[in-house]
């Protein structure tokens, strides 16, 4: 297929690319760099240095389908300035699904969110819980969600919407490179590398085993999988909706200490009050996507940590973890 990637300089942006290349597919990338970074483009797909509002000038009817994945992401940023969320994500799918109705591009796979969930009430998330988004980032991910169900029944849009919980991990030299980074295995290998002093714990009262908050860490190269899976699945005039996770819960102590194993780092670590609206387990309920789609995440947080590492440059202490299947539609 030849497929246009939005959003293709960024971390999972560029790793579902390269997934996408390795099949044989043609791909062309549309990114403003805003977040992205040119060199994480790989060599055998075009580039299009433009805001997603030019998709019109790019999208023709050569192409197959479209990997949606540019976004604002920031949670602070969206209660902050919840207006660059309307037209940064809401606004700008809008652009994007009308230039594919004008080109006749009829398949779509979208990057969606955990955080359209808000704080669910139990700790494994399926599909059909309710959505009450805490934030407008999560607002404008849901909104979009509606978007493209309006978009299949109307106009036959073939869309399937992919609800990310915890990503990490790396792809060869394909890894995180956010600017401010929030994510919780970078920040804590810039310890590891003596970048920082130490990490932060925040909460250690949690009703959980060691007191820590729990989440569900999937494997960047996992998740561009069942980016090629969708593709290949997605039927005109449906849209679906699948959870991406493990169904394995990590809590922060846990991810600490494979941090520690895997580097042989100390990584000293505070503890700090808990973060406001911070849930203690989110956790996903992946038997949706395994039974359809028959995708299942192989890699576990020990082996996302080390790829993360030796993306950095870093010799890994430990021995290399093993790939190993696990259940998406495990409990926590």
């Not at 996408?20 to 791909?27: I, P, Q, R, S």
């Not at 790019?58 to 602070?76: E, M």
Request: charged share 20%; hydrophobic share 40%; net charge negative.
């Amino acid at each position: 297929m030849k497929l246009l990637v939005t959003g293709g300089a960024g971390y999972i942006g560029s790793v579902v690319v390269q997934r996408l290349l390795a099949e044989g597919h043609t791909v062309e990338v549309l990114d403003n760099l805003s977040t992205g970074h040119a060199d994480s483009v790989l060599d055998g797909a075009r580039r299009h240095q433009a805001e997603l509002l030019e998709v019109g000038q790019i999208l023709d009817a050569s192409f197959d389908g479209v990997v949606h994945l540019a976004a604002r992401s920031l949670v602070g940023e969206s209660v902050s300035h919840p207006e660059r969320y309307w037209h940064g994500n809401i606004v700008a799918t809008l652009a994007l699904l009308d230039a594919m109705r004008s080109a006749g591009v009829r398949r779509l796979v979208f990057s969606s969110t955990a955080a359209v969930y808000g704080e669910p009430a139990g700790a494994s998330i399926a599909e059909s819980d309710p959505t009450m988004p805490t934030n407008p980032y999560g607002a404008s991910k849901l909104a979009i969600d509606h978007m493209l169900t309006a978009e299949a029944h109307a106009h036959g849009l073939a869309a399937i919407s992919l609800r990310y919980f915890n990503v990490a991990g790396a792809s060869g030299d394909l890894r995180e490179r956010h600017d401010p980074e929030t994510h919780l295995i970078p920040n804590l290998l810039k310890v590891a590398a003596g970048e920082k002093d130490s990490a932060s714990i925040f909460g250690t009262d949690y009703p959980t085993e060691d007191g820590t908050a729990v989440r569900d860490y999937i494997h960047v190269l996992d998740l561009a999988e069942a980016h090629l899976r969708a593709l290949a699945a997605a039927e005109p005039g449906a849209h679906e909706i699948y959870n991406l996770g493990t169904g394995t819960g990590t809590s922060v102590r846990q991810v600490i200490d494979a941090v520690r194993e895997v580097t042989g780092a100390e990584v000293p670590a505070v503890e700090e009050p808990r973060r406001a609206g911070d849930p203690a387990v989110l956790v996903a309920s992946g038997a949706r996507v395994l039974e359809r789609l028959g995708w299942s995440p192989t890699r576990d947080v020990r082996h996302m940590v080390a790829d993360a590492w030796a993306a950095l440059g870093h010799e890994v202490k430990s021995p290399n973890p093993s790939t190993r299947p696990q259940a998406s539609g495990d409990p926590a």
